[in-house]
């Protein structure tokens, strides 16, 4: 790792927090990257520190949720290294939003360059190897412009802001961490809708679904398919997976949002562990044929499901070995505890 240009003196040594006893809270960092899109190009302002942003009363980020957000995270490796996970598979899904939305863009390479400097602004900030946390990263794209009528903005601002986290769900992952969920009746996308691309009104529909399923004391809600409620679609902010026999299934869905560590789990799955893989619909009724639950994503990393719950009916799963042996490769690979033989890990030099 290079020296950062940045603004902290002498070495690079780790800011005073407790890293290994962090959850998935907000602790803000000294630096952000900015960027800035009007008249067809984008000016990067770099890294910056205000937390704070202005914008024009109008923005369509505002009034009309032309807004989309990613989240991926930067591990210090068992070598020393930082390495983020996969990021170019988040710039394009943010790209993917971009086109749906009709703005811009965000090049891949300012995107990636954006992850890059604002890691290295806040290396203090990154958890150490061993510590179970890691540098969330949480870049986000918003239309904005003086503007009433309901059409794309003229003007965006891409940004990102890291923030060392712990586990998403208390006590992470372990063969005594499953959780339990509970089938919402409410739906988080529409069945042709907005479900595949990562725009927060996806998040503030998915308040009340989560809210109840919490004050009942469950973890999280699990959806169903929007248009006939019988598929199992998602989990939260996470995919959902099962074993059936030898093979791992996962729900095959437009409205489902395409989860980076899914893809990348099922292919640990598949070419490290020659375990058989479905991505299919999964009929709600099929849970009494199911063998092991879980959840993942970028903040879930992986959950067990211990316990599906859908009105007096309960479904429980046992912990699977099998979890312990994604959980392992695509950690490990995350970490540089072992090879990387798909070349996702990305060095912060
Ligand atoms: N599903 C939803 C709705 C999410 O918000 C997320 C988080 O990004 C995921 C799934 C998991 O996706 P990924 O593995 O790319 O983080
Ligand atoms: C992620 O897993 O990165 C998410 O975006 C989950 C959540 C914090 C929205």
Redesign the pocket.
Known sequence: MTQPRYYFTGDNDKVNLDFGNLGFDYHPCPYRFEAVYELGVWRARGVVEETAMTLPEGSQCLHYGQQLF???KVHTGADGKVYAFRPA??AN?MNEGARYLQGPEVPVDLFIRGVEEVTRANLPYVPPYGSGASLYVRPFYLGIGDNVGVKPASKYVFRIFVTPVGPYFNGGFGPDQGKSFRISEFD?AAPYGT?HI?AGG??AC?FKPCAEAKQEGFAEAIYLDPKEHRYIE??????FLAFKGESLITPDSHS?????????LLRIAREIYSWPVEERLIDKAELDEIDAAAA?????VITWIREVADGEKTWSFPFDQRWQQLYDSLVGIQTAAIDDPFGWRHEIK
């Open positions: 990613e989240g991926m598979e988040n899904r988080r479900g990562k996806n998040y998915s998602e989990i939260g902010a996470a995919n489902v949002l395409p989860s980076i560590t899914r893809r990348s993942c994503g970028t903040a879930a």
